[in-house]
């Protein structure tokens, strides 16, 4: 195998960075294909933690090389902040380890204030987006009126460009939205250093990438975000502006499909979502809360707390088709530890059939009923098990009927949020 994706099975916040992180010790290079700083994935190595957003999770090992890909829309300031941050904690950041594609969309200052002032003005059919500038940036990029990685680097250029923007985004930011218009000026002088400070980093990516597999080197595309949040196959509108299926690798990378053989989808043992949304199997009971606090769900990047659910395999069971998984991980089994009984979702009931797919249109999805299976729960604490025959029989389980349901191999299990944290299974 010389290239394989880690991706996101349900709604973000899987354990992507650790699972990333744990299997970079196999790959050489480790790639970024969309999203931007709206992700937030925790790795602990040790007794040390560490919070990245817009890094590859391969950065803590030394020896890789890391790669921010021309699908992935950057944010500079937050780029540099998060390079300190990783540098105070000891990880060195230099242009040897970590290479950004010249393609690449730039998220300007002009974006945050839109996604801020666009979720303001959706009142309550706001998506509860990061604020980042996510969407407004990805949609400069399809508008064909963006900044790229090579345009900040060429001042003339990036003078030209980002004239023209600031004349048509204070338009928007004042008349539409009754926001403070921007000085040219001021971002001008703030982002051409930025620029200056970008270039060592700046590189033709995909090169680096073909060349990579060309010579047999291993390399591991790591996704942000999840299956559901998916442009095209999520819950829309309720999802971020990229596609998190494998489909993003290849134009986030300008890697040919062909050259990819594994895709592993990375799923909760149970459900989290974060912002606004359908949700079907959502419990806003005390069990809820429960499996919040033993999990410790609230998010990284914005510190809300995560709405939790049941384990739902008519997520996974698309996730497995849409993204053509080879094998699945399967987190965080260990917060599950001490529930009497666990339910799964294996269906949904839906004008009087039983469907086992995501209805396109959320007014169909709101008709829709889990249909449940209960499972007997274990009492026994996971986090020690180092070996699949560790693991109590009921949790053995519980991980078959995953399989089963999804005809989707389990490659790997993970019991604690650190490396040796994790159960080898099967090949990814
Ligand atoms: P990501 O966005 O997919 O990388 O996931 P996040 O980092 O946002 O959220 C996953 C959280 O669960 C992080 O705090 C991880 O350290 C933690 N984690 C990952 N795997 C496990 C696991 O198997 N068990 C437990 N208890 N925590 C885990
Ligand atoms: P990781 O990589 C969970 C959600 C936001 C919001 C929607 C759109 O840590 O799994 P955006 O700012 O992208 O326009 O917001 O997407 N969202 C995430 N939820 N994990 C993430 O990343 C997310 N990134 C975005 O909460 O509902
Ligand atoms: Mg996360």
């Known amino acids: 195998m010389s290239a394989f994706i880690v991706l996101g099975a349900q709604w973000g916040d899987e354990g992507k960075g650790k699972m990333t992180d744990y299997l970079a010790e196999e790959a050489q290079v480790i790639v970024r294909y969309q999203g931007g700083n709206n992700a937030g994935h925790t790795v602990e190595v040790g007794d040390k933690q560490y919070k990245l957003h817009l890094i590859p999770s391969g950065i803590l090992h030394d020896d890789k090389i890391n790669i921010i890909g021309n ?16 540098e105070g904690l000891g990880i060195k950041v230099t242009p040897e380890k970590l290479a950004i594609s010249d393609r690449a969309h730039i998220i300007m200052p002009y974006h945050k204030i839109l996604d801020k002032l666009k979720e303001k003005a959706r009142g309550k059919n706001d998506i509860g987006t990061t604020g980042k500038g996510i969407g407004p940036c990805y949609t400069d990029k399809y508008e064909r009126t963006g900044i790229r990685v090579c345009d900040l680097i060429n001042e003339e250029v990036f003078k030209e460009k980002l004239q023209e923007n600031i004349k048509v985004k204070n338009q928007y930011i004042t008349k539409i939205y009754d926001g403070e218009p921007l000085s040219f000026e001021e971002i001008f002088e703030e982002y051409r250093v930025l620029g200056e400070k970008l ?15 060309s010579n047999d080197k291993q390399v591991l595309f790591e996704g942000a975000q999840g299956m559901l949040l998916d442009i095209d196959y999520g819950t829309y509108p309720y999802v971020t502006s990229s596609n998190t299926t494998a489909g993003g690798v290849s134009s986030g990378t300008g890697i040919g499909p062909r050259l990819i053989t594994n895709a592993v989808g990375i799923a909760k043992a149970y459900t989290t979502r974060v912002g606004k949304g359908p949700f079907p199997t959502e419990l806003m009971d005390e069990t809820g809360d429960w499996i919040r606090e033993k999990g410790h769900e609230y998010g990284v990047t914005t510190g809300r707390s995560r709405r939790c659910g049941w384990l739902d395999l008519v997520i996974l069971k698309t996730t497995a088709r849409v993204s053509a998984l080879t094998s699945l991980v399967v987190t965080k089994i260990d917060t599950l530890a001490g529930l009497d009984k666990l339910k799964v979702c294996v269906g949904y009931e839906f004008n009087g059939q039983v469907i086992d797919y995501f209805p396109a ?40 009927r995953i399989e089963e349901f999804t005809g989707t191999r389990i490659s790997i299990v993970s019991v604690g949020p650190k490396r040796d944290q994790t159960i080898r299974v099967a090949d990814l």
């Open 199 to 213: 270039k060592p980093f700046v590189k033709e990516t995909s090169v680096i990438i073909y060349d990579s597999i």
């Open 361 to 400: 249109s959320l007014e169909d999805l709101a008709k829709c009923k889990p249909i449940y299976e209960e499972y007997e729960g274990w009492g026994e604490e996971v986090a020690e098990a180092r070996s699949y025959e560790e693991l109590p029989e009921n949790a053995k389980k519980y991980l078959k």
């Open 71 to 86: 699908g992935v829309v950057v944010d500079p300031k937050a780029l540099f902040e998060e390079i300190s941050y990783l």
